[in-house]
C-alpha cells in the first residue's frame, strides 16, 4: 500500500468533506465517534483510496488490491473498537452506485 504524508496548517475537515473527497468524487465518509471539525476519513472503493485528517495532517493511502482496502477499511474499524471510539460506519449518502460499490467488494456490513 502507498502512503503520503502531507501538512496542510490553513484547513479543517470541510475542506475534503465539499472538495478533494466528496460524495461527486466517489468518496464516502468513514464515520467514527471522534469525527469532528480537526478529524475525518473518507474511503474511495473504486480508486481504493483512504484518505485522513487529523489537525491539518493529511494521509492518504492507496491500496494495490482490493483485498488490501478492505482489510485496511476493516482495520480502522478494529482500532476505533479496541481504543475507546465507536465506529459508526461507512456512510455512502445517498449514492446507490457508491452504495453498491462497497457492497459488492464485501463491506456492506460496514455501511450504514
Not at 62 to 86: C, H, M, P, Q, S
Not at 93 to 103: E, H, I, S
Request: with cysteine.
Amino acid at each position: 500500500m502507498e502512503m503520503i504524508r502531507e501538512f496542510y496548517s490553513m484547513t479543517d475537515r470541510y475542506a475534503y468533506d465539499f472538495g478533494k473527497c466528496s460524495y461527486k468524487n466517489g468518496f464516502a465518509q468513514v464515520d467514527t465517534s471522534q469525527d469532528a471539525s480537526y478529524y475525518g476519513t473518507w474511503a474511495n472503493p473504486e480508486t481504493l483510496i483512504i484518505v485522513s485528517y487529523c489537525e491539518g495532517d493529511v494521509t492518504i493511502k492507496t491500496a494495490d488490491t482490493v483485498e488490501e482496502f478492505v482489510e485496511e477499511l476493516k482495520a480502522i474499524k478494529k482500532w476505533n473498537d479496541d481504543n475507546g471510539y465507536r465506529f459508526l460506519g461507512i456512510d455512502p449518502g445517498c449514492g446507490k452506485a457508491l452504495k453498491a460499490r462497497f457492497q459488492a467488494i464485501g463491506l456492506g456490513e460496514l455501511l450504514h
